[in-house]
């Protein structure tokens, strides 16, 4: 059981990245999914998630109108576009996977998420 994170990559800012979780031994259609991210020397951060029911989307605010996080059941994945990048968004990103029942209000929380994948790291230079 897996997450596959892969996509990141050198971008200039201003730039734009898509990220994709491909999952493997498990069916995503049964999870919430995220994606975090970690820059050095800071701790992981939440950037955006999906519930499994697709209905709601959560950003955290300082990617709001730039990222877009998306899901299909069908390829067992999920994807984050990230536009309009800065350098700030700088870090390694991680796709994660929960099954909490109380998604809304913990979709936050490392805590909630039960699967992480290896992480996929996006530079972006000024």
């Known amino acids: 059981v897996q997450l596959q994170a892969s996509g990141g990559g050198l971008v200039q800012a201003g730039g734009s990245l898509r990220l994709s979780c491909a999952a493997s031994?498990?069916?995503?259609?049964?999870?919430?999914m995220a994606w975090f991210r970690q820059a050095p020397g800071k701790e992981r951060e939440f950037v955006a998630g999906?519930?499994?029911?697709?209905?709601?989307?959560y950003y955290a605010d300082n990617v709001k109108a730039r990222f877009t996080i998306s899901r299909d059941n069908a390829k067992n994945a999920a994807y984050l576009q990230m536009n309009s990048l800065t350098p700030d968004d700088t870090a390694v990103y991680y796709c994660?996977?929960?099954?909490?029942?109380?998604?809304?209000?913990?979709?936050?929380?490392?805590?909630?998420?039960?699967?992480w994948g290896q992480g996929t790291l996006v530079t972006v230079s000024s």
């Open positions: 031994g498990l069916t995503v259609r049964g999870y919430h």
């Open positions: 994660a996977a929960s099954r909490t029942a109380s998604y809304s209000g913990y979709h936050g929380s490392t805590d909630a998420y039960v699967l």
């Open positions: 999906i519930a499994r029911s697709m209905s709601m989307t």
